[in-house]
């Protein structure tokens, strides 16, 4: 195994930072993307209407409620496709969270740092 140098370690480093600038811009690509697609396509209206069910105490699916309730998971029997059990709540949360995280990312200072990393990308 090849000695590590303080100047081979500078540059692990660099090229990981360039990778992680990367990765982040394309990560501000996908927020957008997720942001723009939930406003067009009214996914917080749709659903706010999806079929709930209530918890068992073990965290296994329950009894349907009768009208969605936004902080009950959404009905795995109705929804068998969702890969997470997740409420209109959680979702709402974490598309507030993406959107607080591209805003951080997402500014012209951090833009402008990041774009020389970019080349075709």
Known sequence: MAVQTPQSNAII??????VLSIQMYQMVLTMQDLQARIVDQGTEATLQQFGTCALMPD???GAPDGTPVQTNPMDPVLFPTMTQMISYAQFAACAGFMNAMEQIINTPQNMAIIAPFLGDS
Do not use: F, M, W
């Open 13 to 18: 480093i660099v090229n990981q930072l360039t």
């Open 59 to 61: 965290g296994s699916p």
